[in-house]
């Protein structure tokens, strides 16, 4: 079946830095790729998404790229602030619309 | 918009007992909705898929006489656990489909489940 990895599991950064979080997949025919921001105890939310008809995507720190030939996607978020601080889920959705997940990445952000 | 609520947030049961945990979408008409669960420090582990109106399609290994779904309406979806057992114990979240493009989750707040 379909898999996702995502490094790295643990990302520690000073703050003001960059941080970014890899992921592969496996089925090439996933086409919708999604992060989640977690925080301890509450709903993942929806930071930003790609689809598979574009290469990257930017919301003021957040930017996803999307490499469909490598099968690797990246969530790269810029200026790193404290409540940055969370755990980051990558993951892949083909067209039966569920969604296949990374086992997730825990940034903290050093002051 | 895209807004998803779960009821209760936390709760705590005897063995033995059944647990009803209701999803609902609060402004957008839900053509599918998932049921999680999640360990500590671990991602999220897909139990069913649930469309309005069907039978909810289950994961390997879940058991569907043991975590029971049902999908009365396009804005509403219930998981429960019955004869809850300590090992149940775990975070359960929900999530809908369907308000904008079919593949976007958005997710309720979770339920703590204890089983004592």
């Known amino acids: 079946g379909e898999n996702v990895e995502q490094h790295p599991s643990t990302l520690s950064v000073q703050e003001g830095d960059s941080a970014v979080i890899k992921c592969t997949y496996s089925?090439?025919?996933?086409?919708?790729f999604p992060w989640y921001k977690q925080e301890l105890g509450k709903r993942p939310q929806l930071i930003i998404d790609?689809?598979?008809n574009v290469g990257e995507k930017k919301d003021q720190r957040i930017a996803v790229t999307l490499n469909k030939t490598a099968k690797h996607f990246s969530l790269h978020i810029t200026e790193t602030q404290p409540e940055d601080s969370a755990v980051y889920f990558c993951?892949?959705?083909?067209?039966?619309?569920?969604?296949?997940w990374g086992a997730g990445t825990k940034l903290i952000i050093k002051p | 918009g895209a807004v998803v609520s779960q009821h209760p947030s936390r709760v705590i049961c005897k063995s033995g007992t059944s647990v009803k945990i209701e999803c609902r979408s609060l402004?957008?008409?839900?053509?599918?909705m998932f049921w999680y669960r999640q360990f500590p420090k671990k991602s999220l582990m897909l139990m069913a898929t649930?469309?309005?109106?069907?039978?909810?399609?289950?994961e390997q290994g879940v058991e569907k006489d043991k975590f029971l779904i049902n999908h009365a309406s396009l804005t509403l979806s219930t998981l429960t656990v019955t004869s809850a057992h300590p090992e149940d114990s775990s975070f359960y979240i929900c999530?809908?489909?369907?308000?904008?493009?079919?593949?976007?989750?958005?997710f309720g707040p979770g339920t703590r489940l204890t089983v004592l």
């Open positions: 649930s469309n309005e109106g069907s039978k909810a399609t289950y």
């Open positions: 999530s809908a489909s369907g308000w904008r493009e079919f593949n976007e989750q958005f």
């Open positions: 402004d957008f008409q839900a053509t599918t």
């Open positions: 993951a892949a959705s083909t067209s039966n619309y569920q969604l296949i």
């Open positions: 790609i689809r598979s």
């Open positions: 089925d090439s025919a996933s086409n919708y």
